[in-house]
């Protein structure tokens, strides 16, 4: 059985500002206190694993040691098909110093060229750290094809160029409700709340 978090406040391992607003919508209806790893003003981790959850869980006990509170941390990217899964756990990495996703983008474009197998699918790792070095893990995924050019200035990273399966909006194009009703987060984010936070 996973444990409960009881209640109090939880730290987001990220710097992200997208993502840290994603999870703490995602967080709202359970009354939990969050408060973000930048606001924390704590390092950044050297994420070296060799998985999304691998490098959720690193997160996740940087902050839950250097902030003294339970620490949630999702790591999470594309996987092309065409391009043997990546960019995968460098995602981020693709996008650059400057992290920009219109880099990112072209270059997953680029990478394709001519493939006709456009598939691809979000995962998201998420690992909810304790101080006492316990830790939960759940990983969720959504399927989908990527388009070109571009549609939408939603959401963040690669979501303009991801139409999930079944779908006529890109994650770009879709109001922050839809999208986190069928995302890889919103996935991971059901079986950690069963797992967590729905009494275990």
């Not at 050297?46 to 509170?69: P, R, T, Y």
């Not at 995968?88 to 072209?106: E, H, L, N, T, Y």
Request: charged share 20%.
């Amino acid at each position: 059985m996973a444990r409960h978090f009881d209640g109090g406040r939880l730290v987001i391992a990220s710097h992200n500002p997208g993502k840290v607003r994603e999870i703490a919508e995602l967080l709202r209806p359970y009354d939990v206190d969050v408060v973000s790893a930048g606001d924390l003003n704590l390092p950044e981790p050297v994420e070296d694993g060799d998985s999304f959850i691998a490098n959720a869980v690193i997160k996740a006990q940087a902050a839950a040691l250097g902030a003294h509170l339970p620490s949630l941390a999702d790591d999470s990217g594309l996987a092309v098909t065409a391009l043997n899964g990546d960019p995968g756990i460098f995602s981020a990495r693709w996008a650059g110093p400057g992290k920009d996703f219109a880099v990112a983008m072209r270059k997953v474009e680029d990478a394709l060229g001519d493939a006709t197998d456009r598939s691809a699918r979000f995962v998201c790792a998420l690992a909810l750290a304790w101080p006492d070095g316990h830790v939960e893990t759940f990983e969720g995924t959504v399927a989908g094809t990527l388009v070109w050019p571009l549609r939408g200035t939603q959401g963040f990273g690669y979501d303009p160029m991801f139409l999930p399966e079944g779908g006529s909006e890109t994650f770009g194009e879709m109001a922050p409700d839809a999208k986190h009703a069928i995302s890889h987060r919103a996935d991971a984010f059901r079986k950690l709340v069963a797992g967590c936070f729905a009494g275990g």
